[in-house]
């Protein structure tokens, strides 16, 4: 099992910064791919930003150029740097973990942390 616990969430005016951390533990296993999720209300969650083990990074149309994922491999943790904020980024955002084996993908979860835009 992996537990993740996500930090760095609140309320920010448009054009500010946040920076979310996710730090993983309990799994002997290597994390394949941490990723960020986010989930406006009345929306479906959405991809943000994926990051591999081997550091390659794809991130979503509406954050390119705005939003930075990092990792730091030593101590089982992502970051999200989110700038140029704007009031469609409100929403809860979600730490994700993905460890492939040979038949499957599990995918852990975090407990969200809210992220509030205003205008």
């Known amino acids: 099992q992996v537990q993740l616990v996500e930090s760095g969430g609140g309320l920010v005016q448009a054009g500010g910064s946040l920076r979310l951390s996710c730090a993983a533990s309990g799994s002997r296993f290597s994390i394949n791919v941490m990723a960020w999720y986010r989930q406006a209300p009345g929306k479906q969650r959405e991809l943000v930003a994926t990051?591999?083990?081997?550091?390659?990074?794809n991130y979503a149309d509406s954050v390119k150029g705005r939003f930075t994922i990092s990792r730091d491999n030593a101590k089982n943790t992502v970051y999200l740097q989110m700038n140029s904020l704007k009031p469609e980024d409100t929403a809860v955002y979600y730490c994700?973990?993905?460890?492939?084996?040979?038949?499957?993908?599990?995918?852990?979860w975090g407990q969200g942390t809210q992220v509030t835009v205003s205008s």
């Open positions: 994700n973990a993905k460890r492939w084996t040979a038949v499957a993908e599990n995918n852990y």
């Open positions: 990051i591999t083990s081997g550091a390659t990074i």
